[in-house]
């Protein structure tokens, strides 16, 4: 059992920045697969972005391509979302997930995922 934590929700005007961080509670050395999912509410959760178990390679949806960018520090083996140019449309919670996998074939349904944190709260103001 995975057990990962975000931080970095909050409130932003729009225009503005957050940075989300994901990390497992316990510590380890092993790495997989990770992705960003968000729901907003009467919506069903949707693909942000996702990254490689070594950093190499990335996905984005297109809604968040070129304002969003994800990434990872293994030696602290957390996964980052740097949220740029913020919409009032990206008000949700977001999560981070793992498949628990190092085969990327960069999985854009929650699905393939099988480790979720408990979310974090963004919302932008128009």
């Known amino acids: 059992q995975v057990q990962l934590e975000e931080r970095g929700g909050g409130l932003v005007q729009a225009g503005g920045s957050l940075r989300l961080s994901c990390a497992p509670s316990t510590r380890t050395d092993t790495f997989y697969n990770m992705a960003w999912f968000r729901q907003a509410p009467g919506k069903e959760r949707e693909f942000i972005a996702s990254?490689?178990?070594?950093?190499?390679?990335?996905d984005y949806a297109d809604a968040v391509k070129g304002r969003f960018t994800i990434s990872r520090e293994t030696a602290q083996n957390t996964v980052y979302l740097q949220m740029n140019g913020l919409k009032p449309e990206d008000t949700a919670v977001y999560y981070c997930?793992?498949?628990?996998?190092?085969?990327?074939?960069?999985?854009?349904?929650?699905?393939?995922?099988?480790?979720w944190g408990q979310g974090t709260q963004v919302t932008v103001s128009s």
């Open positions: 990254i490689s178990w070594g950093g190499g390679r990335t």
């Open positions: 997930a793992t498949d628990n996998s190092r085969r990327y074939g960069s999985a854009r349904t929650s699905g393939a995922y099988l480790y």
